[in-house]
């Protein structure tokens, strides 16, 4: 198993804005996975992306990924106070591999 | 998405007990759930891999006395924090996969803190 590397560590905006956060990782995938938690709280599974997709969308998240590149993004159009948590990736070789976690990007969407 | 109950939410215990935390997959069936711990402003550090029917796989590290993690159906597994001491106050959280997609779902987490 493989650790995505999450960045910025922070970011910061107003509501309304929109919200990149980026995924590295090392080796090549089967699927990758976006979290979120909030504080004191579990993690929410936002999406997965198989290896064969480019993009997805879910509502205001569209999630990418460039397996030439090793990275995925994860993008929150129209954020809202509400979206203000931590992110986390985690990027899996296959269906029944454990996951870790990294750092993870930390989001305040200021109102 | 697919539920996972996790229980207690929060528990306080005194030196030297036992405390058993529940982990259900309430509409899914999960061979495999995970327990991870997380301390304050940390990430989560994946403890074991509990598997259905067989005994639970420890990360380096993690002492399998210790932690005891027991998967006895194929929708609950609970780990028991033995002899529990005030190191061992942090956050833990319970995830099981859905077997055909990959996707890992998270209970909701139990703040053990030991007194």
């Known amino acids: 198993s493989q650790q995505g590397e999450e960045d910025p560590q922070a970011l910061s905006i107003q509501e309304g804005e929109n919200a990149t956060m980026n995924c590295s990782y090392k080796t090549s995938i089967n699927n990758l996975q976006w979290y979120r938690q909030n504080s004191g709280r579990g993690l929410v599974h936002l999406i997965l992306?198989?290896?064969?997709?480019r993009e997805k969308h879910s509502g205001r998240l569209r999630v990418t990924l460039d397996t030439s590149k090793k990275s995925s993004s994860l993008l929150i159009t129209a954020s809202r106070a509400a979206d203000t948590a931590s992110y986390f990736c985690?990027?899996?070789?296959?269906?029944?591999?454990?996951?870790?976690f990294g750092k993870g990007t930390k989001l305040t969407v200021n109102p | 998405g697919a539920v996972v109950s996790q229980h207690p939410s929060w528990v306080i215990c005194k030196s030297g007990t036992s405390v058993k935390i529940e982990c259900r997959s309430l509409?899914?069936?999960?061979?495999?759930m995970f327990w991870y711990r997380q301390f304050p402003k940390q990430s989560l550090m994946l403890m074991a891999t509990s598997n259905e029917g067989s005994k639970a796989t420890y990360e380096q590290g993690v002492e399998k006395d210790k932690f005891l993690i027991n998967h006895a159906s194929l929708t609950l597994s609970t780990l028991t924090v033995t002899s529990a001491h005030p190191e061992d106050s942090s956050f833990y959280i319970c995830?099981?996969?859905?077997?055909?997609?990959?996707?890992?779902?998270f209970g909701e987490g139990s703040r053990l803190t030991v007194l």
């Open positions: 995830s099981a996969r859905i077997h055909l997609t990959g996707e890992l779902f």
């Open positions: 509409d899914f069936q999960a061979t495999t």
């Open positions: 985690a990027p899996a070789q296959g269906g029944s591999e454990k996951l870790v």
């Open positions: 992306i198989r290896s064969n997709e």
